[in-house]
């Protein structure tokens, strides 16, 4: 057992595990090193549940969004586009925490806010933008999706620029976190309800 003084400042205070939460996902934003830097983001397919790796690349306490990007013609777009609420899992095997965020995902494509970011996006992830299918479309040959001229290289900042029209931002409004965090002493679960007005803040049974 570990004493209770050793035990972190989050473990019985609510209010710490709230403020914990954010500085985290800031953390997982800026460093790449960061087990929060992916994260696992649901939503409803077809026919089975739909989840993938994204990396977290908005967080904003004050608005209670987080955000990721990705390509316009990929299926999690469709996904949203028929349902627009998911679920983000994160965890750091570390700390030994884990969030399960609910939101409402907003697609931004082509509008002010994409124009600020692309700006602001390194060349090597632009080139990302520039494959000639739609990721997921099938192929009779292994392929990196990427044009046969730009395959090896990292195209001209002019060609790069074409990758835009791809280019989506997916910025998600939560409604829901629940935190886990697992200790050797008695684990604790948390749930934060977040309306318009307030922030509902819960202990829940691990
Ligand atoms: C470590 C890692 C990070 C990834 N980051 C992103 C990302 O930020 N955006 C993205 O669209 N896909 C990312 N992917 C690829 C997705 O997991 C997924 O394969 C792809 O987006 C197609 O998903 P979909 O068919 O469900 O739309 C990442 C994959 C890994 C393994």
């Not at 399960?100 to 931004?108: D, F, L, S, V």
């Not at 996006?121 to 040959?141: M, Q, W």
Request: with cysteine; hydrophobic share 30%; proline share 4%.
């Amino acid at each position: 057992m570990v004493e209770s003084s050793n035990l972190p400042d989050h473990y019985n205070d609510i209010d710490k595990i709230y403020d914990e939460i954010w500085s985290r996902l800031k953390i997982g934003k800026k460093d790449r090193n960061s087990e929060f830097h992916q994260c696992y983001v649901a939503s409803t397919g077809n026919e089975f549940p739909s989840v993938r790796t994204v990396v977290l690349r908005h967080v904003d306490k004050d608005q209670l969004t987080i955000g990721f990007h990705t390509d316009i013609r990929s299926h999690k777009i469709n996904e949203i586009k028929y349902k627009s609420n998911v679920t983000v899992l994160l965890y750091d095997h570390a700390s030994k925490i884990q969030l399960k965020i609910n939101g409402i995902a907003e697609i931004n494509h082509k509008n002010a806010n994409t124009k600020a970011i692309w700006s602001n996006i390194r060349d090597f992830s632009k080139k990302c933008y520039l494959v000639k299918n739609a990721p997921g479309t099938e192929s009779s040959t292994p392929t990196s999706g990427y044009p046969e001229q730009y395959e090896d290289i990292l195209p001209s900042p002019e060609e790069l620029e074409s990758g835009y029209q791809n280019f989506t931002h997916v910025n998600i409004n939560i409604k829901a976190i629940e935190w886990l965090y697992l200790h050797q002493n008695g684990h604790r679960r948390a749930k934060f309800t977040i309306s318009k007005t307030n922030i509902d803040k819960q202990w829940i049974a691990p």
